[in-house]
């Protein structure tokens, strides 16, 4: 079992920076793909980033690609997502997810292992 724990949300304005944190704990075997999404009001949960578990391979969603980065560090079993130049349709609950093997796709299915989530508002 893996639990997984996001910080760093809050509301900010558009151009502003935040740098999410998923600390996992639970299973010492730190070969896990992870991967953010984000979940707006009233909308499916949408994938934002993922990466491999030596954190070799990333993908972003379009929308994201050239504003956010995502990066991990294994020695702390924690995963980031630096988000630069937010804008307002950023704004949602950011969920971690995690999935052990090397790497994984960008479908929620994929992935066992959830956050609780962390809310992210972009004001204009």
């Known amino acids: 079992q893996v639990q997984l724990r996001e910080s760093g949300g809050g509301l900010v304005q558009a151009g502003d920076s935040l740098r999410l944190s998923c600390a996992a704990s639970?299973?010492?075997?730190?070969?896990?793909?992870m991967a953010w999404f984000r979940q707006a009001p009233g909308d499916v949960r949408e994938f934002v980033a993922k990466?491999?578990?030596?954190?070799?391979?990333?993908y972003y969603l379009d929308s994201v690609k050239g504003r956010f980065t995502i990066s991990r560090d294994n020695a702390k079993n924690t995963m980031y997502l630096q988000m630069n130049r937010l804008k307002p349709e950023d704004t949602a609950v950011y969920f971690c997810?995690?999935?052990?093997?090397?790497?994984?796709?960008?479908?929620?299915?994929?992935?066992?292992?959830w956050g609780q989530g962390t809310q992210v508002t972009v004001s204009s």
């Open positions: 639970g299973d010492r075997d730190i070969s896990h793909a």
């Open positions: 997810a995690a999935v052990r093997g090397y790497d994984a796709g960008p479908s929620a299915a994929e992935y066992n292992y």
């Open positions: 990466i491999s578990w030596n954190g070799g391979n990333t």
